[in-house]
């Protein structure tokens, strides 16, 4: 029951995570008209989570889960990150995310939060959102597949809450498009193989992304 009330306390979004400053290309998709109603957003989610979060994301907050506290490896794996994200909206969002949630996880006096951000201070890390994750929700008990759950469904999630901020699909509606993608997320959360690399191929999000960063009004960071 800790375990379950721990994964529910991370995975809602009135948790301080920073997430609500970031679309993470929805904005963008909006801008260029893409179909973000109920099946379009179904659709685009989809995407992001099979070609995105579980060959990048995924990846690294297992691979961050299991260095544990090496920061040696934390900083290879967060470099790898940082060189896989090409849009530099997306980058510098993953970033700024990163470093909201140890912002929060220090003042909860996380173990191992307030010495991963000193380490950014000091640019031996990036502090890239997945790999925070990782390192975090193993801190406070989480497993490896927890955490791995936990980083799909908010990812979903938030991308869903961009579309609702922006008017482009109601509460009701987006909590369907949710439901459907449940299924999506549990295939996709799978125990991570040794020798998974980090990549990422979602070029029309990484587009729009990239196109939203340079407009003169944004509601999101990226």
Avoid: C
């Avoid at 940082?82 to 929060?104: C, D, I, M, Q, V």
């Avoid at 959102?129 to 008990?141: D, H, I, M, N």
């Avoid at 908010?154 to 509460?171: D, E, F, K, N, Y």
Wanted: hydrophobic residues 50%; charged residues 20%.
């Amino acid at each position: 029951m800790s375990a379950l009330l721990t994964i529910l306390q991370h995975a809602d979004s009135a948790f301080p995570s920073g997430s609500f400053a970031f679309s993470n290309g929805i904005e963008g998709l909006a801008a260029l008209n893409a179909p973000l109603d109920r099946i379009g957003l179904r659709d685009i989610v989809a995407m992001v989570l099979q070609h995105r979060w579980a060959t990048s994301d995924r990846v690294a907050v297992a691979r961050a889960h299991r260095a544990g506290d090496d920061f040696d490896k934390l900083a290879a794996l967060d470099h790898a990150v940082e060189a896989a994200t090409l849009a530099e909206p997306l980058r510098s969002g993953s970033k700024r995310n990163g470093n909201a949630l140890l912002a929060a996880h220090t003042r909860l006096g996380t173990a191992g939060a307030g010495e991963f951000r000193a380490r950014i201070g000091a640019e031996k890390l990036h502090g890239h959102l997945p790999v925070v994750q990782g390192f975090l929700w193993r801190a406070r008990g989480m497993s490896e597949t927890d955490a791995i759950t936990v980083s799909g469904y908010t990812t979903a999630s938030g991308l869903i809450a961009a579309a609702v901020r922006l008017g482009r699909i109601g509460a009701v509606e987006a909590q369907a498009v949710l439901t459907a993608l449940l299924p999506t997320i549990a295939e996709l959360s799978t125990p991570m193989a040794p020798d998974a690399e980090i990549e990422s191929f979602v070029p029309w999000v990484d587009a729009a992304a990239a196109r939203q960063g340079r407009a003169h009004l944004r509601l999101f960071a990226s």
